[in-house]
């Protein structure tokens, strides 16, 4: 006999719809599947099989995240396909700052009312950014909490998991005066910032619809950008030199995320100029009228995560950023002080 229940339904909450859902996400999951996996969605847990190839002493690391008050912007602009893969960023870009590889991830959907094909849709975006990131989605539950949540509205948050040897987590403890701190793109405001960003821009759908030069695109598309994905470039910069830190640019932009990452007594020194900020940014700050310290301090400015690497090893850092797909370019340099963050 199928599950089904008329009280339930009268109450706001179709389990029928979820099973549809499941249906129709799984061409989505199956994308994202890797050797590591031993079971399909619909279990009561994900069961994943560690490859420990190459490593003598496995450490676990993970992390998790949502998406933010940018899924206002994805509900007037009714696109659901791309911030899944914000999700998923927002959670495996931290993982890898400790040179971690990802290995699966599991989503959480809260919607006020389940509709399969939006469930779909947004999971696709999930399944875009683990096949970005090389890591399996091999579980995650859709909660229809009707009276809670607007009808046309869902909350996005994920959970992933990595590992990396013992022997390699990256030492910030080596860094010195002298080191050379890269910048790598960001591909615009990713998944933080988004609660400022609607009250400089009073966002709504009319708003979101209108041109920018500067940006060559309408607010709303520009917005919707999803985060850029890091685990390939740091991957192949791994490989390529010796990494003392790694900083995710996230939510407190430059003051807050970057001295995480730096020893006591280590600050770096930042080349202003240096900075390719990128357009959508300018507007924000000319907009809202934003003094730039501030927006130093809560958006990633151009820059989604920066790397420390020995002087003599920049060069080669910024080349395997750059062959695995991204932009990178020095920033600056470490220098004695305990100041964290001197941008001039």
């Not at 875009?128 to 579980?139: D, F, K, P, T």
């Not at 685990?231 to 430059?254: C, P, Q, W, Y």
């Not at 020893?263 to 507007?283: C, E, H, M, T, Y």
């Amino acid at each position: 006999m199928k599950s089904f229940s008329e009280s339930y339904k009268e109450a706001g909450v179709d389990v029928t719809a979820g099973y549809k859902a499941v249906e129709l996400m799984k061409a989505h999951v199956a994308r994202t599947m890797t050797n590591g996996v031993l079971s399909g969605i619909g279990g009561f847990g994900g069961l994943f099989e560690l490859d420990m190839t190459g490593i003598n002493k496995p450490v676990l690391v993970s992390g998790t995240d949502g998406v933010g008050t940018k899924l206002k912007i994805a509900f007037l602009m009714d696109k659901h396909n791309t911030v899944g893969i914000d999700c998923v960023a927002m959670c495996v870009n931290d993982i890898i700052c400790c040179g971690a590889k990802p290995q699966f991830f599991l989503d959480y959907i809260a919607c006020g009312k389940n509709v399969p094909e939006k469930i779909a849709d947004i999971v696709s975006g999930v399944a875009e950014g683990c096949v970005q990131s090389g890591c399996a989605l091999i579980g995650g539950e859709t909660a229809e909490m009707p009276g809670f949540y607007p009808v046309d509205e869902y909350d996005l948050a994920g959970f992933a998991v990595g590992v990396v040897d013992k022997d390699k987590i990256l030492k910030p403890d080596t860094q010195k005066a002298g080191d050379v701190m890269i910048g790598i793109k960001s591909s615009g405001v990713h998944s933080n910032g988004f609660s400022l960003v609607r009250k400089v821009f009073t966002v709504n759908e009319q708003n979101l619809l209108r041109h920018y030069g500067d940006l060559g695109t309408t607010l709303g598309e520009c917005l919707i950008t999803p985060t850029k994905i890091y685990v390939k470039a740091v991957m192949n910069l791994l490989d390529a030199v010796t990494v003392k830190s790694i900083s995710h640019i996230t939510g407190g932009g430059f003051y807050e995320n970057i001295p995480r990452s730096l020893p006591n007594g280590i600050s770096v020194k930042i080349d202003r100029s240096a900075v390719q900020v990128l357009p959508i940014f300018n507007v924000i700050m000319e907009t809202g009228r934003i003094p730039e310290r501030d927006m130093f301090n809560t958006f990633n400015m151009g820059v989604g995560m920066t790397v420390v690497v020995d002087k003599n090893d920049a060069d080669k850092a910024v080349a395997a950023i750059k062959a695995a797909g991204e932009e990178a370019y020095i920033l600056g340099e470490l220098v004695d002080s305990d100041e964290g963050v001197i941008i001039c």
